[in-house]
């Protein structure tokens, strides 16, 4: 199965969601700001409209996976605001995705990005992942 005869160049998705102190800079460790939204927040929304968009749309037991993600956070957003994050299918080339991503809050344009998923076999994947668990076990760090 590939990617390219699943999605279509263009197709896009948006998801919405009202801020609240969970998102803030303060409970993701990532700062000392409690008002306003964290990075990692909006960058976890853009990636689950891309999800979205994307497994949606596959044969039961396919998923993506994010590999790549580039995301400029332009602008503050407080506590209360709810922000807009629209996805959009720029690429399809065999099993890789590349999506262009724009968030926005009531002001305006708060952040943009590129992200890159891969269709696989989830079944797949968990073995690999078993497999790696595996080789950790015995281990002293």
Same mark, same amino acid.
């Given at each position: 199965?590939?990617?390219?005869?699943t999605?279509t160049?263009g /197709?896009s998705?948006? %998801?919405?969601?009202?801020i609240?102190?969970s998102?803030?800079?303060?409970?993701?460790?990532s700062g000392?700001?409690?008002?306003?939204m964290a =990075?990692?927040s909006?960058?976890a929304m853009? %990636?689950e409209a891309?999800?979205k968009?994307l497994d /949606?749309?596959?044969? /039961?037991?396919f998923?993506?996976?994010?590999?790549?993600a580039y995301v400029? #956070?332009?602008?503050?957003?407080?506590?209360?605001?709810?922000?807009s994050?629209?996805? =959009?299918?720029?690429?399809?080339?065999g099993?890789?995705?590349?999506l262009?991503?724009?968030a926005?809050?009531?002001?305006?344009? %708060?952040g943009?990005?590129h #992200? #890159?998923?891969?269709v696989?076999?989830?079944?797949a994947?968990?073995?690999?992942?078993r497999?790696r668990e595996?080789l950790?076990q015995?281990?002293?760090f």
């Amino acid at each position: 199965m590939r990617a390219i005869d699943t999605f279509t160049k263009g /197709e896009s998705l948006t %998801i919405q969601k009202k801020i609240t102190e969970s998102d803030t800079a303060l409970k993701y460790g990532s700062g000392k700001l409690d008002t306003l939204m964290a =990075t990692p927040s909006l960058v976890a929304m853009m %990636i689950e409209a891309s999800s979205k968009l994307l497994d /949606e749309k596959l044969p /039961e037991g396919f998923i993506t996976v994010g590999k790549v993600a580039y995301v400029d #956070h332009e602008k503050p957003t407080y506590l209360g605001e709810t922000v807009s994050v629209t996805v =959009t299918i720029e690429e399809c080339d065999g099993v890789k995705v590349v999506l262009s991503m724009k968030a926005f809050d009531e002001v305006g344009l %708060i952040g943009i990005g590129h #992200h #890159h998923r891969y269709v696989v076999n989830k079944e797949a994947l968990l073995k690999k992942a078993r497999e790696r668990e595996i080789l950790l076990q015995n281990r002293d760090f």
